[in-house]
């Protein structure tokens, strides 16, 4: 069994959400999930429904007698994201397609397994590059995250592809998101941070 890293990016045929995501306006609008640990990576049109970035500040605070106000002292501050995308499927092919991409991304979230099935403590990382959301800086690929949460929703009211007995795809996905991000050192020489902002 091949050890190389996979990297599934996004289905593109003539009709494809896929297609769409490459060529509307001339951009690239796509979402890719890199896990650093085994270098696997897989891409999904950035068909985003919905995005949430949340800065909180750790802070402590000491009353002493002889001050009239507490000292506070900010200890860390943290970055979650959150963010949900839609993935379509037009046809049984770009719907097995997608179907085995989904399942990379979720692999991602698990520790890798040697050959003795034993867990292996890796790097937890996944770097997430969404467009201006979630650039990639100093030549590394996307935001490093931990990542949380991924919640897969069947969109039911869209319908269903089922193109044999014992084979049913759903026309509609939605991929939830929630993580931490891994704030770089540097941060405040970092002008465009957070990019979508100015």
Known sequence: MSQNPTYRRIYSDTYSMGAQAK????????????????????AFP???QSFTDTHNSEASEGIFANRMDPLI?????????SFSFEVVNSSIE?????????????????PKIS?????????????????????????????????KAIDYNINVDEGFIAPEPGEVHPISITISISATTIVPNDIFYNKTFPSYTG
């Open 73 to 81: 002292t900010q200890a860390s501050t943290g970055r979650d994201i």
């Open 115 to 147: 050959e003795s099935t034993a867990a292996k403590v890796g790097n937890p990382y996944i770097s997430i590059d969404g467009m201006n959301f979630l650039p990639g800086r100093h030549g590394f690929r996307g935001t490093k995250c931990i990542v």
């Open 46 to 48: 950035a068909t985003f």
């Open 23 to 42: 060529i509307t306006s001339g951009r690239y609008h796509v979402i890719t999930f890199y896990h650093t640990s085994t270098g696997h990576a897989v």
């Open 94 to 110: 770009e719907a097995r397609y997608n179907e085995q991409s989904i399942n990379l991304l979720l692999q991602m979230m698990y």
